[in-house]
């Protein structure tokens, strides 16, 4: 499903049609697509909320499937090994940023499915320094939401600073967040979840949210920490309002509106706000581990691969329950 031109989801951008097959390079392994989750950034990719970087481009970047042809020097994978593909295809692993650990930062990061083609085919390749291992508990289609909403998840939870059984809120109940609240529950923190939507708020409290409630509600106890999956950017005085002192307020959305003039005291005390962009590999591995132990259990809407203009159709109005998923292949 290839991009030409960025507009309006409901006109329906994206285009079925035959591209030559790629070769894997030096160094890359070429996966033939199972399954490719969608994410918002999908969405703002083919609306053009991002700036243009590969035209035309197909989007996807949370790809699981097989490996199915090896670039010269890959060593570390062989064919028919099951890998995931994430948003960071390849840094340079040179600059000040990977210098200090901070990849996600990189000056020359390139990320699938926007600098180079993605998922929503039927193969992609990618440096295999950059393959995920998938625990075997998980299906494709399961383990397809872990790739972006897990991993993005992950670190903002980390730079959230959440302690086990502390106060957690978590504004906005899509894909991320309801991985985030799994993870939250296995290290006993409270979970107090806003959004405007009557079906998340009961999603919500089924995987064990202790409160649901609007940004305007305030929760029974303030929070120690909270992050921001809504990119509603108004709601950041609302989410300050009910922090407690020292707390870290984490914005992991890759857009959000402008954020209003806040009075110093809704800061003052320490508190911290912060974006979260992109994720490390260390995240990524540290994820997958974890969310094989827990394990995380992820609610998936399964769309044919032809239907992927319908299905960001649904992303943009919220009305996926969970993640969706495209299937490209069935599962072997
Ligand atoms: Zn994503
Ligand atoms: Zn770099």
Known sequence: MVLDKAVAVEQSPLVLRDVATPLPQPGEVRVRVHVCGLCHTDLHTVEGDLAPHKRPVIPGHQIVGVVDALGSGVTNYKEGDRVGIAWLHSTDGSCEYCGRGLENLCLNGRFTGYDVDGGYAEYSVVPAEFCYSIPDVFSDEHAAPLLCAGIIGYRSYRLAGIRPGE????????????????????????????????????????????????????????????????????????????????????????????IPVLNYELLYHEKIVRSVANATRQDGREFLQLAGQVPLRTEVELFDLAEANQALQKLKKSEIRGAGVLRVRPAL
């Open 167 to 258: 106060n957690l809120g978590l504004y906005g109940f899509g894909a991320s967040a309801h991985l985030v609240i799994q993870l939250a529950r296995y290290q006993k923190c409270n979970v107090f979840v806003f959004t405007r939507s009557e079906a998340h708020r009961a999603h919500a409290r089924e995987l064990g949210a202790a409160w649901t409630g609007r940004a305007e509600d305030t929760p029974p106890e303030p929070l120690h920490a909270a992050i921001f999956f809504a990119p509603a950017g108004s709601l950041v005085r609302e989410a300050l309002r009910v922090l407690r002192k020292g707390g870290t307020l984490a914005l992991a959305g890759i857009t959000m509106s402008q």
